[in-house]
């Protein structure tokens, strides 16, 4: 029974953990969402979006998007992120590895589509 009360208040706490976008835009934890956006491999939301969740900090959505984006473009991971199903929207483009990256979403995703 210990065990079961554990494992429900680790599953609660973890529940807490994900907050929604329009969470972290009432927090105004903008760098959050634009990590969020840019790990997933998103194209960037624009300024009427952002507005639409609430007062926006431009600066602080950037530079989170830009180390998602950064973290989402490794080719080591394109692979499966292409086996995944998951589209890829581009966002890679001005990176010195996005030809590779490209290459292995490719390879996964038509091993996907197959």
Same mark, same amino acid.
């Given at each position: 029974?210990?065990?079961? =009360?554990?494992?429900?208040?680790?599953?609660?706490?973890?529940?807490?953990?994900?907050?929604?976008?329009?969470?972290?835009?009432?927090?105004?934890?903008?760098?959050?969402?634009?990590?969020?956006?840019?790990?997933?491999?998103? =194209?960037?939301?624009?300024? +009427?979006?952002?507005?639409?969740?609430?007062?926006?900090?431009?600066?602080?959505?950037? =530079?989170?998007?830009?180390?998602?984006?950064?973290?989402?473009? +490794?080719?080591?991971?394109?692979?499966?992120?292409?086996?995944?199903?998951?589209?890829?929207?581009?966002?890679?483009?001005?990176?010195?590895?996005?030809?590779?990256?490209?290459?292995?979403?490719?390879?996964?995703?038509?091993?996907?589509? +197959?």
């Amino acid at each position: 029974m210990k065990r079961i =009360t554990s494992a429900l208040l680790v599953v609660a706490a973890l529940a807490g953990c994900s907050a929604s976008v329009q969470d972290l835009a009432e927090q105004g934890d903008w760098l959050e969402i634009g990590y969020r956006d840019g790990i997933k491999g998103h =194209t960037q939301r624009s300024y +009427n979006e952002m507005m639409e969740l609430g007062s926006v900090d431009q600066v602080s959505y950037d =530079t989170g998007y830009q180390k998602g984006v950064e973290e989402y473009c +490794n080719p080591d991971h394109a692979y499966q992120i292409g086996l995944s199903g998951q589209y890829y929207e581009g966002v890679c483009s001005g990176f010195a590895d996005a030809q590779k990256f490209r290459m292995e979403w490719k390879r996964g995703w038509d091993e996907h589509s +197959n």
